[in-house]
């Protein structure tokens, strides 16, 4: 045994606390490892990190506890570096700038901000941790206009393989900080605190919400791919189309602009197929966010695979088709298709400034199966398998915050062209891959 101990909010096998820090928000990842570290500070995760190396114990970190395949933030008998005790944010409101440790979830963080005018990028889940959204690149409505998560990156602070407390930014490490815009979570360091740069808030702005019958899929996913990559980039939007026995199809946005303005933008979807609902509101900022950010429990009751991919092109006839049939097949309620729409500040960002790369696309689309019962699992992970093989003609790269274990080539998927960038600072940072887990980055030999 080494010399480390471990601090922080430590539960081992068998303490109290431990059937509550072993669950995930997807059920499918839980497993059981030997110790998880709830940490409070730097030095926490600095203590973990050396005394799992002494101890020969596999490490992982997790922040919102919102891993979508195994063994990405979990890992059995190892230990789990939990960053969700650490969740303070500070804002100065001068400089539009947000210092914010990793365990906060983005719904609060977004709230909080908006609550103070300001703007920040979430996704369509509030429970997702900020710490790992961040390392993968993370857009959502508003990207269009301020970019990805990690476009508004200024610094970071992280832990090394070797337990240093490292800066880096624009001056300081600066390939670590090129790295960790994209490069994905848990490889390079674990981050203890983010800097961000965020954006004035309009006093309000117009969020909508279109629900359609099931059976007019085709026809609605044709309108809003054809409409939707087009539109002013103040406009983002989302189109779920859920399985058949769930029935919603549903496309979702937010303008920072005028309720006139967007009506006579969304035109050409507000005229497809027969709306059985539309709402179209302008309201406070702060309030939009919680129109498109509902609370949802921190745990889903449902096992869940996804994947992910862009488009180039639109749609034509086949892969409308597959995403048809996989949608009436599925026997999940929640199992759905997910597209939003890409450009406008995302692409113009060149793609190797960061090492988030898919900047191009007109959009961007995941689908997942879901099941409750164990007998039910390998038809639903066979599902999003096929899915992904038959959308392989009409679709480039795979998003890594939606990691799939099936994807082989994941280095090209998730990263294209900086691949062999990011080996490099892997080697650099982290030669002995001590921070690795099913689809981290390797380093270069």
């Not at 080494?2 to 839980?30: C, H, M």
């Not at 990156?153 to 090129?178: H, M, P, Q, Y």
């Not at 189309?241 to 969304?266: D, H, M, W, Y």
């Not at 992970?381 to 082989?408: C, F, H, M, T």
């Amino acid at each position: 045994m080494g010399s480390a101990q471990l601090t922080g909010r430590v539960i081992f096998k068998g303490d109290p606390g431990y059937k509550e820090a072993i669950k995930n928000w997807n059920p499918y990842v839980n497993t059981f490892p030997q110790v998880f570290v709830f940490a409070q500070n730097a030095c926490d995760v600095s203590n973990a990190i050396i005394w799992a190396r002494e101890n020969d114990v596999p490490l992982r970190v997790r922040s919102g506890r919102h891993a979508l395949d195994k063994d990405f933030s979990v890992v059995k008998g190892g230990l789990v570096i939990d960053t969700s005790d650490m969740n303070k944010v500070h804002l100065d409101k001068k400089k539009g700038i947000a210092t914010v440790q990793p365990g906060i979830r983005v719904g609060p963080l977004v709230k909080g901000l908006a609550q103070e005018g300001f703007m920040a990028v979430f996704g369509d889940s509030p429970t997702v941790g900020i710490g790992g959204i961040t390392t993968g690149g993370g857009f959502g409505l508003v990207s269009r206009s301020i970019g990805v998560i990690s476009d508004n990156l200024l610094a970071l602070e992280t832990v090394d393989a070797k337990g240093r407390i490292l800066r880096a930014d624009d001056s300081c490490n600066e390939d670590l900080f090129w790295a960790s815009r994209g490069g994905g979570g848990g490889t390079f360091g674990y981050n203890t605190e983010y800097t961000f740069k965020v954006h004035r808030a309009p006093a309000t702005a117009t969020v909508f919400n279109i629900i359609w019958p099931w059976e007019q899929l085709e026809t609605v996913f044709r309108a809003w791919q054809n409409l939707m990559p087009f539109v002013d980039e103040r406009l983002g939007s989302y189109l779920e189309i859920f399985s058949k026995v769930n029935g919603l199809c549903q496309a979702t946005g937010l303008f920072l602009g005028s309720r006139p303005e967007l009506i006579q933008i969304l035109e050409p979807l507000l005229s497809a197929g027969t709306p059985t609902e539309v709402v179209i509101e302008t309201l406070f900022y702060p309030d939009c966010i919680d129109f498109l950010d509902p609370p949802e429990p921190p745990f889903a009751d449902q096992n869940f695979k996804f994947s992910s991919s862009w488009a180039n092109n639109l749609w034509p006839e086949e892969p409308i088709a597959v995403m048809k049939q996989f949608l009436e097949d599925a026997q999940g309620t929640e199992s759905n298709f997910y597209f939003t729409n890409w450009r406008g500040a995302i692409s113009r960002v060149p793609s190797d400034k960061t090492a988030f790369f898919w900047r191009n696309p007109l959009f961007y689309t995941e689908w997942n199966a879901t099941w409750v019962d164990k007998s039910e699992e390998a038809r639903s992970l066979a599902s999003v398998e096929r899915v992904r093989k038959l959308l392989k003609p009409y679709v480039v790269g795979s998003y890594v915050n939606v990691p799939d274990e099936n994807i082989k080539n994941f280095g090209s998927a998730y990263w294209g062209a900086n691949f062999e960038r990011l080996r490099r600072v892997k080697a650099k940072y982290d030669p002995e891959n001590v921070f690795n887990h099913p689809q981290s980055v390797p380093p270069s030999c």
